[in-house]
Antibody, heavy 118, light 108 residues
Framework: QVHLQQWGEGLLKPSEALSLTCAVYGGSFSAYYWSWIRQPPGKGLEWIGEVNHVGATNYNPSLKSRVTISVDIFKSQFSLKLTSVTAADTAVYYC????????????WGQGTLVTVSS | EIVLTQSPGTLSLSPGERATLSCRASQSVSSIYLAWYRQKPGQAPRLLIYGASSRATGIPDRFSGSGSGTDFNLTISRLEPEDFAVYYCQQYGSSLYTFGQGTKLEIK
């Protein structure tokens, strides 16, 4: 059974870059897209972007200028980088799997709270 | 961008009752691209329904999804204590995933 484990820096200052990594345990890595989704405290969900095993990416246009999602197939890991963060980027960030033949998220990582504060 | 609007914002019911949650899209959504999730406090969302009406692995049959076009529903036939949580619908279109704002299902 597949399991996603994520980690990264939890406290950033404005203008710094957010960096998170998600490791995939179990199951195929190449048959899926791998996504990042975020949720500001007390609010709803926002899709950030996705990457597949060969590094092809799709990004939310609202964040595209600041986002890079990359993949390391040898480690079965994928990463998120978000530059020039502000307080508005404070959120719980989740990684999730998307089957290449579908468009839903399952399973999800445990989530990482990232706080941007001076 | 397709906007999903969920109603009601909060639904107050008792265990054992039936719940119907609504998700309305700003334009037509292919049913195969509509999913529902449940999020318990402090946890990541969990997939309940995909393709508008198919239950995900391990999801009990008290959960059912229906709808097409712009109007979709999630029905929980008999509420269990663990069902009191926030529910989100999600769609995919034009290379963009969007979520509804959520419906909070609370104990009456």
């Amino acid at each position: 059974q597949v399991h996603l484990q994520q980690w990264g820096e939890g406290l950033l200052k404005p203008s710094e870059a957010l960096s998170l990594t998600c490791a995939v345990y179990g199951g195929s890595f190449s048959a899926y897209y791998w996504s990042w989704i975020r949720q500001p405290p007390g609010k709803g969900l926002e899709w950030i972007g996705e990457v597949n095993h060969v590094g092809a990416t799709n990004y939310n246009p609202s964040l595209k200028s600041r986002v890079t999602i990359s993949v390391d197939i040898f480690k079965s890991q994928f990463s998120l980088k978000l530059t020039s963060v502000t307080a508005a980027d404070t959120a719980v960030y989740y990684c999730a799997r998307v089957p290449s033949w579908s468009n839903w998220f399952d399973p999800w990582g445990q989530g990482t709270l990232v706080t941007v504060s001076s | 961008e397709i906007v999903l609007t969920q109603s009601p914002g909060t639904l107050s019911l008792s265990p054992g009752e039936r719940a119907t949650l609504s998700c309305r899209a700003s334009q037509s959504v292919s049913s195969i691209y509509l999913a529902w999730y449940r999020q318990k406090p402090g946890q990541a969302p969990r997939l309940l329904i995909y393709g508008a009406s198919s239950r995900a692995t391990g999801i009990p049959d008290r959960f059912s999804g229906s709808g097409s076009g712009t109007d979709f529903n999630l029905t929980i036939s008999r509420l269990e204590p663990e069902d009191f949580a926030v529910y989100y619908c999600q769609q995919y279109g034009s290379s963009l995933y969007t979520f509804g704002q959520g419906t909070k299902l609370e104990i009456k």
